[in-house]
Each structure stands twice: as C-alpha cells, then as structure tokens.
C-alpha cells in the first residue's frame, strides 16, 4: 500500500465479496491485492483472505476478515456526491437491489452493513443556499426522503 492513510473495513470472512462490488458499482474503483493468512487466526486458518486491498473513487481501503461481532455502524459511511438523477438513482439501486436497506435522506446501507449517502450535488446547494428561507425548504423537503429527488428539492429551493 502506497497511501499513508487508509480506510480499514472489517468484514466478517466477505472482504473479497465487498471490494468486487465496491469495484463494479462506483467509479475510480477496483480491487487491488489480496492477503492470505500467514498462520491461523480467531476467525480463520493459515491461508484464508485475511486482506484485501481495494480503493472506493479513489479513496484507499483495506478490508479485513477479522471475524464476528464488529458490525458496522451510522458513525462512519462513504458519502457519494452525484451529478444527476440518473447517477443517484443508479448507485442507491446498486446498493439497495443487492442486499441493502433504505435509510433516510440519501442514507442506505449495503449487504455487509456500510452506510453510504447517495447525495446529489443539488442538494448540497440547496441546504447551503445563501437564503436561509431556500435552505430551509430543500432542507425540509429532504427530511421527508429516503432517496433524494432532485427535481423535488429543485422545486422546494424554488418555492
């Protein structure tokens, strides 16, 4: 690994299973390499995956099989900016069609249990318009979501 600072995702024994789908869905993405054990471990033998190296848009990871009892939580996920309704609408179903839950204003979580927010850039305008009152409705129009829809916050900004 060349970066000096890296995601470290635990997965129990699916390291390989979350890459390849991190690496198919979004891109600037792919599947680097992959670590066997060199002994056995609480959560596996010696030449099991222990790591898998992979980078999510560009952002460095390393997934660890480190075994069960350390799920994932809402404290961290990856928040994904999209250009168009297209995109949004592509990565949420990529996430939720596969295993996911929806979750509430662009949050969802995969099959392994990582949260993602599939957050249009229009959005991020309109909750930090200048005008409080426009922020105030695309904000309020968000809170009501589960995927964004940027026509709809388009027109809350309009009024």
Avoid at 84 to 89: C, N, V, Y
Avoid at 124 to 132: G, K, L, Q
Avoid at 135 to 148: D, H, L
Wanted: glycine share 10%; charged share 20%; hydrophobic share 45%.
């Amino acid at each position: 690994m060349l970066s000096k600072n890296t995601i470290c995702l635990w997965y129990d024994g699916t390291a390989v299973d979350a890459a390849t789908f991190y690496a198919r869905t979004f891109p600037g993405s792919a599947v680097g390499a992959v670590h066997r054990a060199p002994g056995d471990y609480p959560a596996g033998q010696q030449g099991d995956v222990l790591m898998v190296e992979f980078t999510v848009m560009g952002i460095p990871c390393l997934g660890m099989n480190g075994g069960p009892g350390v799920p994932h939580t809402d404290a961290f996920s990856f928040q994904v900016a999209t250009d168009d309704q297209a995109e949004t609408d592509r990565l949420w179903h990529a996430i939720i069609d596969h295993g996911g839950q929806a979750s509430a204003c662009g949050w969802c979580k995969d099959k392994w249990g990582l949260s993602w927010q599939i957050t249009p850039r229009a959005l991020i305008a309109a909750v930090t318009d200048p005008d409080p009152a426009v922020a105030k409705r695309a904000f309020n129009a968000m809170m009501e979501m589960t995927k964004i829809d940027i026509a709809a916050i388009e027109a809350a900004r309009r009024g």
